[in-house]
């Protein structure tokens, strides 16, 4: 502002130079530009990008360098200027609207280039008139409010200018989401959303596909670095970037083949470009070049629905983008008012001419005055009957109107204010003292107020109205690429996008009506790593973004039961996962069963076992009165016998669901039973010694162990067991116990000891005795006798030692059920040694030698050896 002030007073003292009567300010030079001018009562500005490339003049530095020079002519971009033509020509043949007030324009051509922009500003507000001597500054300004610009970065610059005289600029095209800024940008309003609700529309699109892994390309300006910077942090929400490139602001050949290389080597499918159409052409001419297929391109609305790229040569490398744009509309009687078009030769309206001349590759005669065209020298010479409607170029093309219905609504935004302004109600207005605004005088300040709270309806049916940053409604078509009947590229509206729709509902997609640009004619997949499936979690990968990652399986008892964990869970306890590890199911509850193949060989065993000592028994029981089954005392034999049945019979308590009543009973049953067997074996071997020791002469020692006595001993060391049981049930009794700690897969269901002391005394205890008996037995081996029972008791005692020591270690290492196995299998196998070693010799004799079953026999060899 401060250079402005400089200026002008530069100004005024060169003006009070040339004349000492009235002060005044003069121009020292115009700039050279292109523009269309309708006078009018009030005059709106306009800027508009007309021309795609600007060409800086040589500098010698020895002469005045000449102006800037623009080509490549934009007949869209001229359709715009004159949508905002029409526009204002409509509003004034309308009585409705400013009654008595004829609108007038002064739109120029930016060249889309930024300092050909800020000349065009400060020739809008500062104005055209060679000098100045109104000291008083009444009456309107040269402009009282500015359509445009259509590029965000002169958007920034222009509104940071104008913004400071509170002139209204009403962009119909620029979307940084920066302009949004009212402390920055305080009378910047726009008729086209923000970026911030493009990439949100996009997001949305991206969700919809799963698309993950994403390349972004931006131009080099704020439009494409503001809203490349959004959607990176929207994308990283749920996805990850693949690559990140810049457009060269000069066309640089070697950056747009760096770019090319991130495109070839990058294995992201999907590919979001943030640019306008200027940018990206050396790109899309070096993809054609290059033969790059195979990619999804997502067009922003700054090239989506640009005719640039619609040509026959671009449909097999962009054929099938998705693309976001302005809210198509419909503006009645703007094709006929586009074809009457007629060249002037008017110097404030030079740009008809340069559009016909481009339109009919032509030239007017008075060419050589403008030198900047000496290229069309040979080119015909235009009469200026030429017939417009017989053309067809993006001038013409009223059926996507997006950026034309953008400037359109612009000015009717503009429109509308003023008419509120002169609606206005003395006494009741918005300023100092309940004033109103004086049409005649108005300042853009105070248009400004009304801008900002202006709301109507189009004849289309949208409402326009600007929130409280100044953006428009956020509403976008939702554009494909496909083939026209020529061969070329058609845009073809496939969904739409509303902001204002309730959430879930703010996309909409006609999938019949899109098309794909790839051989499967569906939606391509563009991740850096597949899902990982319920049962896996995602390990990211060391150096790589998060959206690369490894799937590794679930470790055993943990699951993932979704798409993409991050981590398995652990299982409760008393479940496990399953096989695919995406569930927990209950754990398999093992134990000794009935049902199984060898629970059910056990049982055979036990209860054959027990039928045999059964057998033994009943045999003993009818020659009870035979010498061999009255040798030994028969009640000892009855009871070992019995004893032994038990022993068979308790290991059917080891067998089957655990329960509070068979686990007490399983280990004292099994106790006092294997007590008992061995007391009676004790017994057994004491009275073969003593009846040994009573055949000496003066020995009389059998007196004292009688039938009496015998019965009693078995008694006490039973008793003993009995009373050893009695404490550990009385004290920690065994329990069922779901043991979930020894196999993870599986619950072990069995019976805990509760107390191993006392589980140890029962053990230990048989062990005592089984090793009395076993050393009184090997002691007794060698007496003489015909029939030496020692023998076999020792031999019994050894099968018994022997299984129940390597029981020990079996015992300990056997896993769940296989336990509980072993320790049947020691009782079996301990029981039948007891059996067949002591009875199956008796057995024989009485069954199948009675010969030898006689006093005499038994006494043959009674007398000692001489």
């Avoid at 009235?22 to 309708?38: A, D, I, S």
């Avoid at 404030?348 to 001419?353: D, I, M, P």
């Avoid at 008791?793 to 018994?800: A, D, G, K, N, P």
Wanted: charged share 15%; hydrophobic share 45%; aromatic share 12%.
């Amino acid at each position: 502002m401060q250079f402005g002030l400089y200026v002008f007073v530069f100004l005024g003292l060169v003006g009070l130079a040339d004349t000492d009567v009235v002060p005044t300010c003069r121009l020292r030079e115009e700039f050279n530009l292109y523009g269309l001018y309708k006078e009018g009562d009030i005059i709106l500005g306009g800027i508009f990008e007309i021309h795609f490339i600007t060409v800086y003049p040589e500098l010698s530095f020895t002469a005045k360098p000449e102006q800037l020079r623009c080509e490549r002519f934009h007949f869209a971009g001229f359709q715009y200027a004159q949508s905002m033509a029409f526009a204002i020509e409509e509003i004034n043949r309308d009585p409705a609207l400013l009654p008595n007030i004829t609108l007038g324009y002064r739109l120029y051509d930016n060249c889309e280039n930024l300092e050909v922009a800020i000349r065009v500003s400060t020739a809008l507000i500062s104005g055209e008139d060679d000098s100045v001597t109104d000291y008083s500054c009444t009456g309107t300004p040269p402009v009282l409010a500015i359509v445009g610009d259509s590029a965000s970065t002169h958007s920034i610059a222009i509104s940071r200018m104008v913004g400071l005289f509170r002139v209204p600029m009403v962009s119909y095209y620029a979307t940084c989401s920066c302009l949004s800024n009212r402390k920055e940008f305080p009378s910047f309003f726009r008729t086209i959303p923000s970026d911030t609700f493009q990439v949100k529309a996009m997001v949305q699109i991206f969700k919809h596909y799963g698309w993950t892994w994403v390349g972004v390309i931006v131009s080099n300006d704020d439009y494409g670095l503001y809203a490349a910077k959004t959607f990176i942090e929207e994308v990283n929400k749920f996805g990850c970037i693949a690559f990140s490139e810049i457009l060269p602001r000069n066309n640089d050949k070697s950056e747009i083949l760096k770019i090319i290389r991130t495109i070839k080597q990058s294995t992201a499918k999907v590919i979001v470009v943030f640019s306008t159409g200027a940018y990206l052409i050396p790109l899309t001419e070096e993809i054609v070049q290059q033969n790059i297929t195979g990619r999804q391109w997502i067009a922003s609305e700054g090239w989506a629905s640009s005719p640039v790229f619609h040509t026959k040569e671009l449909l097999p490398y962009l054929g099938g983008t998705i693309g976001i744009a302005v809210r198509r509309g419909e503006i009645p009687g703007l094709e006929k008012f586009l074809l009457q078009i007629r060249p002037v030769f008017d110097t404030k309206n030079n740009l008809v001419k340069m559009f016909w001349e481009t339109m009919f590759d032509c030239t007017f005669p008075d060419i050589a005055i403008n030198h900047n065209f000496s290229h069309l020298l040979n080119s015909k010479i235009c009469t200026g009957s030429e017939d417009i409607g017989k053309t067809k170029t993006a001038y013409s093309d009223v059926s996507e109107l997006r950026a034309s219905y953008n400037v359109y609504k612009a000015v009717y935004a503009l429109a509308h204010s003023l008419h509120n302004l002169m609606s206005c109600e003395p006494g009741k207005g918005p300023f100092q003292n309940n004033s109103c605004a004086d049409i005649t005088t108005v300042q853009p300040w105070q248009l400004l107020h009304y801008l900002a709270r202006v709301n109507f309806t189009t004849h289309y049916g949208d409402r326009v109205s600007f929130d409280a940053n100044g953006d428009a409604l956020a509403i976008y078509d939702v554009m494909n690429w496909q083939r026209a009947d020529d061969g070329s590229v058609k845009t073809v509206t496939i969904g739409l996008f509303d902001e204002s729709a309730p959430a879930g509902q703010q996309l909409t997609l006609n999938e019949d009506k899109i098309f794909w640009n790839f051989e499967s004619n569906s939606p391509p997949r563009s991740v850096c790593s597949e899902s990982c499936q319920p049962g896996t979690w995602k390990a990211t990968r060391k150096g790589e973004p998060l959206c690369c990652f490894d799937c590794v399986p679930c470790a055993e008892g943990e699951i993932s039961n979704h798409t993409d964990s991050v981590e398995c869970f652990k299982c409760l306890p008393e479940y496990w996962s399953n096989p695919s590890r995406d569930q927990c199911v209950l754990k398999k509850i093992e134990f000794l069963s009935y049902e199984e193949t060898l629970g059910i060989s056990l049982t055979t065993i036990a209860i054959f076992g027990a039928f045999i000592s059964a057998g033994v028994l009943a045999v003993f029981i009818y020659y009870r009165n035979t010498p061999i089954v009255r040798a030994n005392n028969s009640e000892l034999s009855f009871l070992l016998l019995l004893s032994l049945i038990l022993c068979f019979l308790c290991s059917l308590l080891f067998i089957g669901q655990p329960l509070h009543l068979t686990c007490m009973l399983r280990h004292v049953v099994f106790g006092i039973s294997f007590v008992l067997c061995i007391s009676c074996i004790l017994v057994k071997t004491i009275v073969v010694i003593m009846a040994f020791r009573a055949t000496l002469p003066d020995n009389n020692v059998m007196k004292w162990f009688g039938a009496a006595q015998q019965r009693g001993t078995v008694f006490v060391f039973t008793v003993i067991q009995a009373l050893i049981c009695i404490i550990w049930l009385s004290t920690a009794s065994p329990v069922p116990f779901k043991n979930t700690q020894y196999q993870n897969s599986k619950i072990i269901f069995e019976c805990n000891v509760g107390s191993i002391t006392g589980f140890s005394f029962l053990l230990g205890y048989i062990g005592l005795l089984a090793s009395v008996c076993f050393l009184l037995a090997f002691l007794a081996r060698n007496l003489p006798d015909n029939f030496n029972e020692a023998k076999f008791i020792t031999f019994s005692m050894l099968i018994f030692c022997a299984v129940w020591i390597a029981f020990i270690p079996a015992y300990v290492s056997s896993p769940g059920k296989y336990s509980d196995a072993v320790e049947i299998f020691a009782i079996l196998a301990s029981s039948f040694g007891l059996l067949f070693a002591i009875f199956a010799p008796k057995c024989y004799i009485i069954l199948l030698r009675p010969e030898k079953n006689t006093k005499k026999a038994l006494m043959g060899r009674a007398a000692p050896k001489k």
